[in-house]
DNA sequence: GCCGTTTTCGGCCCGACTGTTTTCAGTCG
C-alpha cells in the first residue's frame, strides 16, 4: 500500500530533522515520526481520491496537521516529497545507510560526522578500524567494537515475514521456551497476534517465576544468531531465520494488562488510554491505576480491563485503531443494559471461527497443477472434518497450470469427480473449475461445457497490467456470466512481489452483489487477496466472502486458518459466508 | 509539526537497556 511508502519517507524525514540539536527540532521531528506511525497503520489506502485529494479530512485524523496532509497529498499526486528531497540534498551524510546500523542513532552519527567525518558505512569503517572512536568523549572500546560489528551485521536485509512463516518460527520457540519450568504464562503479542499478514518482528510476553532465569533460558536458544540486548526483565535477539525476537517478562499479576498493551497496535492503545484517562485512570503494561490515588483496579486479564472502561473484549484482529472502539463501546452498552444514544447501529461482530469452516471450495488436483487426485484430496478434507469441497482444477488457456482445453479432458475430468461424489462417503465432492477469463472479460471456455459443472471460479491471471476502466470492465462482465459464483483472488496481489491490479472495488462488489457472486479470501499466504481492509468493504456493500484454500496439495488444504485471519480482521461472522 | 470543554501558545510518552560514567544521554520499541 502506498501508505508505507509515506510513512517510510516521513520517518525518515523525522531523523533528518531530529539531528538539528535545538529543542523545537526535538519535537517537530517527534510529531513527524508520530505521523509516519499513524499513516503506516492507517487502515484506508491514501491513494484513493476520497482521502489524499481531502486535505480537511486527512487532518481530522489525529497525528497529521496541515503540513503532513500536503506531504501526502504531494506524494500520491507526485511521487515525491520535495522537503524530503530537499533535507536529503542538503545532508552530507549518507543517514539513511547508516541508520541501519544498530545503536547508532541521529545523535551519534552526527557526532561521527562531526568529529570525525563519517558520512556512510565505508569512512565509518575506516575509522573504526583506526581506533579514533574508541577516543570520543562517550563513546569507548566497546561501542567502537559493537560498530564493527553491527556494520556486517547491516547488510543483512529485515524484511518483513509472511504470518506463515512466522508461525513456524514461533512454534519452535514457543517449544524451547516452555522447557524453562519457572514459566507460568507465556503468549506471543505484538502484531502476529494481531494475525497480520505480515510480521517485522516477534514479541512473546512471559510471566515467570524467576525471570533473569528465563532471559538467559531466552538467549541461550540455539537459533539465536545475535543477542541484541539482555535485561532484567527483557531481551531482543536475533533469530538465525532471519528476524527479531522480543522477550518480555512481567510480574504474573500484571499479565492482561501487559499483553493487552504489547498487543498493540499502537493507534489502538493510543484510543484506549485516552477512555481510561477520560474515566480518571491510568493504563500502562502494569494495569489499570485510580489516575489519583494510583491505586490497582485491574491487570490480571483484558477481558476485565476492556470491561472495566465500559468496553466490550475486542479480539487482537480487530485492534487497528479504527472504528473497533466505537463498536466495542455499544456492544458493551447494549449487553448491560446501559441507554444507547444516537441509536448506533455498529456493533463487535461475533467472529467466524476455523472451526467454523466445514467448506472449502477451490483446490486443483492432478488434472491441472495440482500434486494430488481427487480421492486423495476428498480424503484428507474428511480429515479436517469438512462435509463439502469443490475440486476447481484450471480450466482455459493458462498453459503454465496444465489447463483443461478440450471437451474430452474436461468429460473426463467432469466424470472423474462425478465417480468419486458417488464413492467416497462422508463429504460430498462438487465439480467446479478456475476458469481463466479472457482480456474482455469472458471466460475461455464454452459456457455449454461450464453449465454441467456445479458453479465456476472465475480467475484471472493474464493481461493484469490494463488500465483501471478496463480491468474494471472486464471484471464485471465475467461477474454477470450465470455459471461464475465465485470470484478467485479479486485483486491478484502476492504479498511483498506484485501489487494489486487496478479496478474499481466499490463497483465490482455492487455487481457481485446482484449477481451473487461470492468474493473469494484465497487463504494461501503468500495471496491473502482479499485482504483485511476489503473483505471489511465487501461485507459492508452486502457481498459474500467464500474462504478457500487454492490448495495444490493434501497440505495446500492445511492453509485455510490465513483466509480465516483475514476474514476476522475483516469483521466477518458466519452468516457473511458464502453458501453453496 | 501537532494539538486544544483549562487552548492558537506552550506544551509534547515512557520505560528498559547499553555504554559510558558514578548520574546520564542515546537508542529502541
Redesign the pocket.
Known amino acids: 500500500m502506498i501508505n508505507d511508502e509515506i510513512a517510510d519517507i516521513i520517518y525518515k524525514m523525522s531523523i533528518y530533522?531530529?539531528m538539528n540539536d535545538d529543542?523545537?527540532s526535538?519535537?517537530?521531528?517527534?510529531?513527524?515520526?508520530?505521523?509516519a506511525d499513524v499513516i503506516s497503520e492507517f487502515p484506508y489506502d491514501f491513494a484513493l481520491p476520497e482521502w489524499h485529494l481531502d486535505i480537511d479530512k486527512l487532518?481530522?485524523?489525529?497525528?497529521?496537521?496541515?503540513?503532513?496532509?500536503s506531504?501526502i497529498n504531494e506524494y500520491v499526486t507526485t511521487g515525491k516529497i520535495s522537503?524530503y528531497e530537499r533535507l536529503k540534498k542538503e545532508s552530507p551524510i549518507k543517514l539513511e545507510e547508516l541508520?541501519h546500523?544498530?545503536?547508532?542513532?541521529?545523535?551519534?552519527?552526527?557526532?561521527l560526522y562531526n568529529e570525525l567525518g563519517v558520512t556512510d558505512i565505508e569512512s565509518l569503517k575506516v575509522v573504526a578500524k583506526k581506533g579514533l572512536i574508541?577516543k570520543l568523549?562517550?563513546?569507548?572500546?566497546?561501542?567502537?567494537a559493537?560498530i564493527l560489528e553491527n556494520i556486517e551485521f547491516a547488510i543483512v536485509n529485515k524484511d518483513r515475514i509472511s504470518i506463515a512463516l512466522a508461525d513456524n518460527v514461533i512454534a519452535d520457540l514457543l517449544l524451547y521456551l516452555k522447557k524453562d519450568k519457572n514459566i507460568i504464562q507465556i503468549e506471543p503479542a505484538?502484531s502476529y497476534r494481531r494475525r497480520k499478514e505480515t510480521v517485522g518482528?516477534l514479541?512473546i510476553l512471559i510471566s515467570s517465576k524467576n525471570p533473569e532465569k528465563t532471559?538467559k533460558h531466552f538467549v541461550s536458544y540455539e537459533k539465536v544468531e545475535k543477542?541484541?540486548?539482555?535485561?532484567?526483565?527483557?531481551?531482543?535477539v536475533w533469530l538465525k531465520q532471519k528476524l527479531?525476537c522480543?522477550l518480555?517478562?512481567v510480574d504474573n499479576k500484571s499479565f492482561g494488562a501487559a499483553l493487552q498493551y504489547f498487543t498493540g497496535s499502537k493507534e489502538h492503545n493510543i484510543s484506549i488510554r485516552k477512555i481510561a484517562v477520560a474515566k480518571g485512570y491510568k493504563l500502562?503494561?502494569?494495569g489499570l491505576f485510580n489516575r489519583n490515588t494510583n491505586e490497582l483496579i485491574e491487570s490480571k486479564s483484558e477481558t476485565v480491563l476492556y470491561n472495566k472502561l465500559e468496553l466490550s473484549y475486542i479480539e487482537p484482529e480487530l485492534r487497528i485503531g479504527d472504528d473497533e472502539i466505537i463498536a466495542a463501546k455499544n456492544s458493551y452498552a447494549l449487553k448491560n443494559g446501559k441507554v444507547l444514544k444516537n441509536s448506533p447501529t455498529l456493533f463487535l461482530p461475533k467472529l467466524v471461527k476455523l472451526s467454523d469452516i466445514k467448506k472449502d471450495l477451490h483446490m486443483h488436483t492432478v488434472f491441472s497443477d495440482g500434486k494430488n487426485t481427487v480421492f486423495e484430496m476428498a480424503m484428507a478434507a474428511i480429515k479436517l472434518g469438512y462435509s463439502k469441497i469443490g475440486i476447481s482444477d484450471h480450466i482455459g488457456n493458462l498453459v503454465i497450470a496444465n489447463p483443461i482445453k478440450d471437451e474430452n479432458r474436461f468429460k473426463k475430468y467432469l466424470k472423474t469427480i462425478r465417480e468419486a461424489n458417488e464413492s467416497i462417503k462422508g463429504i460430498e465432492i462438487l465439480a467446479s473449475g478456475e476458469v481463466e477469463v479472457d482480456v474482455n472479460g469472458n471466460l475461455e471456455f464454452p459456457n455449454e461445457l461450464l453449465s454441467q459443472l456445479d458453479y465456476v471460479i472465475a480467475g484471472i491471471h493474464m493481461s493484469t497490467s490494463m488500465n483501471k476502466d478496463t480491468m474494471t470492465k472486464r471484471i464485471i462482465n465475467v461477474l454477470k456470466n450465470p455459471n461464475v459464483k465465485i470470484l478467485a483472488h479479486p485483486t491478484g496481489r502476492l504479498i511483498g512481489k506484485r501489487p494489486p491490479y487496478e479496478f474499481d472495488f466499490n463497483e465490482v462488489c455492487k455487481v457481485a452483489r446482484e449477481e451473487g457472486v461470492a468474493l473469494e479470501i484465497n487463504a494461501h499466504p503468500n495471496r491473502l487477496d482479499l485482504n483485511s481492509r476489503l473483505v471489511r468493504k465487501a461485507k459492508d456493500l452486502g457481498c459474500k466472502i467464500s474462504i478457500n484454500t487454492d490448495a495444490h496439495s493434501t497440505d495446500g488444504l492445511l492453509l485455510m486458518k490465513y483466509g480465516i485471519d483475514v476474514a476476522r480482521g475483516g469483521w466477518i461472522t458466519k452468516v457473511d459466508l458464502f453458501d453453496l
Open positions: 530533522v531530529e529543542k523545537s526535538f519535537f517537530q521531528s517527534r510529531a513527524l515520526r508520530k505521523g487532518t481530522k485524523i489525529e497525528g497529521i496537521g496541515k503540513k503532513i496532509a506531504y522537503e541508520l546500523i544498530q545503536g547508532l542513532g541521529p545523535k551519534k552519527i552526527k557526532r574508541a568523549s562517550g563513546f569507548g572500546e566497546k561501542s567502537q559493537n505484538g518482528d514479541d532471559i543477542i541484541l540486548g539482555e535485561g532484567k526483565t527483557k531481551a531482543s527479531q522480543d518480555r517478562v500502562s503494561e502494569y
